[in-house]
């Protein structure tokens, strides 16, 4: 199947509808609950896929890298902890300004690879304007006056997510570049991540002492679960197919402008933005923009 095809899968279900799904959940109590029936999905989907392949003559090592990425693997369901409570308050926000994930494995990029070569002066310039735009946005009020939905508790949610993904990002693609299996990728990567956000439901006594999730719940949460690890797939398929120089702009804007249009023009939260928040949010798109262009 050609790349270009396999990306525009993924825009569609990764950016569009696990957005609008994401959202709706994100905004519901037990956060911790559902991310562990998120994870259970996903790791179940990868069992089923990795039986597939076996079956189908394909051969699977548990190999030193299914370990790496099932160990980040769990570190990725603290991010998403993170992501879901910055989802909470804000998807366009979160949309916008929780994409530096891509910036960070640059940054890892540049230093352990070897690609600073890949540095140039759009890129340069794309960066700074973005972190103006975050700096504008982290010094504005927002109009809600709860101090849990301010831009500044939004941007610390943000920060870790970034911080956790950019590095599993680096990862991926070392794994992908290196010629781990996809079903291997997906089964470390996966499992690690049931285990991280079970044990998050075990610390959070809260959680454990909360009621059962009906039929309802675990179904909604299956099909959010559906959408997010056919995205990894097709992603982890695309790179395996086109050059990072390719996939990489195509992504870092998809990822940007899909989610924010999803939240404009389903949940209108334009109206509860102030008009310095509006341009820092144009600044923001300029800036992703101009990276995107810069690869």
């Known amino acids: 199947m050609p790349w270009q095809l396999i990306l525009s899968i993924q825009i569609v279900i990764g950016y569009i509808v696990s957005s609008i799904l994401l959202k709706k959940l994100a905004d519901l109590p037990q956060k911790n609950r559902r991310i562990a029936w998120q994870f259970f999905f996903c790791a179940l989907f990868s069992i089923i896929f990795v039986t597939f392949k076996i079956t189908t003559g394909s051969t699977f090592h548990l190999s030193w890298l299914v370990l790496v990425a099932a160990g980040l693997g769990i570190f990725n369901a603290l991010a998403n902890y993170f992501y879901w409570r910055a989802m909470n308050i804000s998807l366009s926000k979160t949309s916008l300004f929780g994409r530096y994930d891509d910036l960070m494995a640059m940054a890892l990029g540049f230093i352990f690879l070897g690609e600073i070569k890949f540095l140039n002066p759009g890129l340069l310039i794309g960066i700074s304007v973005c972190l ?164």
């Open 132 to 295: 103006g735009a975050s700096f504008l946005f982290i010094t504005q009020k927002s109009r809600t006056k709860d101090k849990h939905e301010s831009n500044i508790t939004l941007f610390k949610w943000l920060l870790m997510t970034n911080l956790i993904w950019g590095t599993t990002i680096f990862f991926m693609r070392y794994f992908a570049v290196n010629g781990l299996p996809m079903p291997e990728y997906l089964f470390g990567w996966y499992g690690g991540s049931f285990l991280g956000a079970w044990l998050l439901v075990r610390i959070d006594k809260k959680e454990m002492s909360n009621g059962k999730f009906s039929i309802k719940e675990i179904r909604d949460v299956a099909i959010l679960s559906a959408t997010l690890w056919a995205t990894m797939l097709l992603n982890y398929w695309a790179m395996q197919l086109a050059p990072l120089t390719v996939l990489s702009p195509i992504n870092f804007i998809s990822r940007i402008i899909f989610p924010m249009l999803v939240d404009f023009l389903i949940f209108k939260e334009t109206t509860a933005l102030t008009r310095l928040e509006k341009f820092a949010f144009l600044l923001g798109l300029v800036g992703a923009v101009t990276i995107g262009l810069s690869f």
